[in-house]
C-alpha cells in the first residue's frame, strides 16, 4: 500500500513541477496495474464474486481469452480499491490521467465514451434547462437528454456540398444562439468530427464561458489530440469544462473504456455522484487496467505514436489521391471557421467521383477484398488508422481501391450527395421519447411525430431523433440509405418497415 | 555434437536436416535470415525460420515457375519478378535471349545482399545489364503499372509473413492491370495437402480465378517444402497453358534443364483428383 500511496503524492504535487523530466516520471507508474500485479502474488482464495473464481469454473472462457485475462477479471476490494468510491490505486490512475491529459479531474469510464457523453450532459442540465449543441452529434447525447429532459437547442452544421458531409460550428452562429437563448445552460460541440473536422473550440469556449454557460466537448475522436505534435487543440486547453475522450478508439485500450475529463470550474465530486447513477458497481479491471496501461503508454510514446501514426496517414491520401476520382482530404479544407482546423491522422476519403456511395466501397472493401473500415455513408469512407498498422496494410487498402475504382466505377448521375438534413423539432427528445406512441409504415408516418431514434451505425448520428418531425426528404434518405446497404438501427421495427410516432391529439 | 535445423510443417509434423554450421543470423527490417550448410542439402536459407530454398533442390522449383511460362508466351520480352531475392528465377530468365528487360521487386535489401554472398549458384545473375532491381513493396510497385509486362512471375514467401499482401485479391487485380493484353503471371502457389497450407492454396486459387480469364494450376516435386508436393498457378489473359505451348520453337532454344521438359510441362497440369475436387470448390 506505500507504493500507491506514494503514486497518488507523486500526481498530487503536480502543481509544483513544470518540470518535464519530473512530469513524465511520474507517468512511468501505473498503478492499477501494479496493484493487480501485487494481488495476483497475494494468491486469496476467492469466496467472492465473479463466480468463474479466477476462470477455473468456466474453461471452455479460460481456453478462449487466456488464463492470464482471467485471473485479473476480479470484484473490487480492499486492495484493489473502488471505482464508485475511490481512495486508493484508482484514485492514484485517475490523478495521474488527470495529470497526463492536463485536467483538473479524470474520471475512469468503463460504459463506455456514450457514459462519459451523458455523465457531463446530466451534470450540468435538468429538466427544463437548454442546451446549445449541434445536431450531427452522437445518439449517445440526445439520449442524454432523453434521460433528463433538457431542451436541445439545434445549431445546423455547415455543409461542404463537394463532400456531403457536416462541418463544425460557426462561431457567429454559436453567438447568435446564445444571444437568442441567454437562458441555456451549457454549449456542447462535438470536435474533432467522424471525419477530422475541428471548430474553434478555443473561441467558442470563451463566447460559452463570457455569458456564464459550462462548454461541453464530445471528444470521442481526439484522444491523441492530447498526446501527440501539430495536432489541433485539445479541448482541456481550450479551457472547455468537460470532454469526453475515447481512450479506446485512438488511444489503444479496451473496447468500452473511456475517460470523461473535467475543468477547474467543474465540481467533480458531483460529477461522482452523477456518474454513479447509472454506472456499474462492478467496474471491469480488465477495462480499467487497460485505461492504467494505455495512459501510461500515451504520455511516455505518445508523441511518437502519432508521428507514426501521420506519416502512414499522409502517404495513404497521396497515393490515393494520386489514384483518381477518390478525394482523400486533409488542411486544405480548412476555412477559418467551419473547418478551423482538421485532424490529420484521419483517413477520410470522398467516393462520389467513383458513382460508388461510400456504403458500397465499405461492403466491396470487406466482401471483395478482406478488409474492414471504420465506416462508409452516403459519400465517404473512413479507415481508422492507428499505431497498430503497418505499410503493409496500408498498401493493401490502397491497392484495394484502385481495384475497385477499375473494376466497379459507374457514372456518378444519381447519386445522393447530402448526408445531412436540417431537422425539425417539435418538442424535446424526451416527451418525443416517453409520449403515448403508435407504429405506422414508414411511407404513411411522413408529417407525424417522431418517437424514436434512426441512424446509420456507424457513425450513429441520427437522422431522427424522438420529437421530431417525420418529413419526406427524411423517409427517402433512409430508403436510399438501406437500398445502399447502410446498417440502420434504432428503430423497434429492426427492419425499419415501421417507425413509432407521436399519437396526435 | 549433433547441430539440426527443424521446420514444423504442420504443429505436429517437422522436417529436420542436420547442420553442418549456421553461416549467417540476422534480423532484417522484416524477417529473421539465416543461411545454414548441410551435408545433404548443401547451403540452404530460411526466412523466420521457414525454407526457402536448397542448394540441392533448388532447380526444381526455380526451372518449374520459370520455363513453363516461357515456353508459353510467344515472346515474352519485358518481364516482372516479384520476390525472389535469392536470384534463382533471374538465372533461368536470363538465358533466355529474347528478354530485354527484367523488373526485380524484392521487399528486402538484405536477402539480395545475403545470397549475393553466400548463395552465388542462385544469386549468380544480378550485374545482368537487363536485370533492374527495386527495393519495395511489390503491391506498391505493381499498382503502378499499366500494360507493360509480358509475363509476372511471382515468387513470394508463405502467406503468413511479408509475403501476405502477394497472395490478395487487390494485388493479383494490379498484376492483372500491369500485364499486356496477351500477358501471364505465374505464381508459387502453396501446397494442397496439409490442411492451412490447403487453405491458402485454395485461397489464392479463388481470388486469381476472379482476376483472370485463364487460371490452372501445375505441380512439381519439391522434397524440402511441407509435403514435398507443391503447387504452380498459371493465370493468363490470352494463352493456354497446354494448347498453346510451343514445345518445338522451347526445345529448338537448347537450354539445358536438370527437372523441366516439354512433356513434363503438360504433365504438371493434369492434377490428382483431391485437388482437383479443392480447385472446382472455389472456381
Redesign the interface.
Known sequence: MSKLIGDAACAKSEGEKNNETDRLSCQTEAPILEALEEFKQMRLVPFDVPGHKRGKGNKELTEFLGEKCLTVDVNSMKQLDNLCHPISCIKAGEELAAMAFGAAHAFFMVNGTTSAVQAMILSVCKRGDKIILPRNVHRSVINALVLCGAIPVYINPQINERLGIALGMKLSEVEEAINANPDAVAVLVNNPTYYGICSNLKAITQLAHAHNMFMLVDEAHGTHFYFGENLPIDAMTAGADFSSASMHKSGGSLTQSSFLLCGANVNAKHVRQVINLTQTTSGSYLLLSSLDISRRNLALHGKQIFHDVENLVEYARKEINHIGDYYAYSKELINGDSIYDFDVTKLSINTLDVGLAGIEVYALLRD???IQIEFGDIGNILAYVSVGDS??NI??L???L??IR??YKKSRVGMLRHEYITPQVVTTPQEGFYSEKMSLPLEESVGHICAEFVMCYPPGIPILAPGEAITKEIIEYIKYAKDKGCSMTGPEDMEINRLNVLRGD | MELWFSEKHTETVKLSIKVDKQLVSLQSDFQRIDIFDSQEFGRFLTLDGYMMLTEKDEFIYHEMITHVPMAVHPNARRVLVIGAGDGGVIRELTRYKNVEHIDLVEIDEMVVKICKEYLPQTACCFDDPRVHPYYEDGLKFVRKHENEYDLIIVDSTDPFGPGEGLFTKEFYGNCYKALKEDGIMVNQHESPFYTSDAIAMKRAHKRIVESFAISRVYQAHIPTYPSGHWLFGFASKKYHPIHDLNASRWNALGLKTSYYNTNLHKGAFYLPNYVQEMLHDVE
Do not use: H, T, V
Request: glycine share 8%; no cysteine; aromatic share 14%.
Open positions: 471483395e477484398y478482406d505499410y503493409k498498401e493493401r490502397i491497392g484495394a484502385s481495384e477499375r473494376l
